[in-house]
T-cell receptor
């Protein structure tokens, strides 16, 4: 069975702190895709990143970085120098190769960044 | 470019009434997805279409739910009759596969309250 676990339900940090959101996934497939989405208080879901199972290179985009480790089935997301605008619920999701619709979401981590 | 458009944004109805949610995908996208988000169950895929054809409706909770996609630019999700437990945020998303799997772009959601 496929599953995504985000063990951190809520995290609260002070502005400018670094914060890491954890994501652990389960699948027996060798081809799969991992995603992070952001859901700000306004409610929409915003795509952040997609990573396929054959590409374990870490990625950095501005203050955002992602660490993909197949050995531990983890795809963690780090925000450096957090800002109040980063306050949102962040979802990690898994999809199996060849299946366009089977996007399995974790329960989400609510991040609150205080000034 | 306009994103995924959903209407209405908010819907309040009474138990037993018919509810119709509407979605216009991004032009050129040939996959369309309907999701439901609740506190208890998180984000769940209800059904998805490819080229207007339903591919997987295994997530549709029961016969009270139905979805159609009469053309490439319009889809509806209907609940008849509605029940209080249907209260949730319903998201529509679309994607255009460039490779094996591509990110889904989400609409702003419809917040449904059934009294």
């Amino acid at each position: 069975a496929q599953k995504v676990t985000q063990a951190q339900t809520e995290i609260s940090v002070v502005e400018k702190e670094d914060v890491t959101l954890d994501c652990v996934y389960e699948t027996r497939d060798t081809t799969y895709y991992l995603f992070w989405y952001k859901q700000p208080p306004s409610g929409e879901l915003v795509f952040l990143i997609r990573r396929n199972s054959f590409d374990e290179q870490n990625e950095i985009s501005g203050r955002y970085s992602w660490n993909f480790q197949k050995s531990t089935s983890s795809f963690n997301f780090t925000i450096t120098a957090s800002q109040v605008v980063d306050s949102a619920v962040y979802f990690c999701a898994l999809s199996l190769g060849g299946s366009q619709g089977n996007l399995i979401f974790g329960k989400g981590t609510k991040l609150s960044v205080k000034p | 470019d306009a994103g995924v458009i959903q209407s209405p944004r908010h819907e309040v109805t009474e138990m037993g009434q018919e509810v119709t949610l509407r979605c216009k995908p991004i032009s050129g996208h040939d996959y369309l997805f309907w999701y439901r988000q609740t506190m208890m169950r998180g984000l769940e895929l209800l059904i998805y279409f490819n080229n207007n054809v339903p591919i997987d409706d295994s997530g549709m909770p029961e016969d009270r739910f139905s979805a159609k996609m009469p053309n490439a630019s319009f889809s509806t999700l209907k609940i008849q009759p509605s029940e209080p437990r249907d209260s949730a945020v319903y998201f529509c998303a679309s994607s255009f596969p460039r490779g094996v799997f591509n990110e889904q772009f989400f609409g702003p959601g419809t917040r449904l309250t059934v009294l």
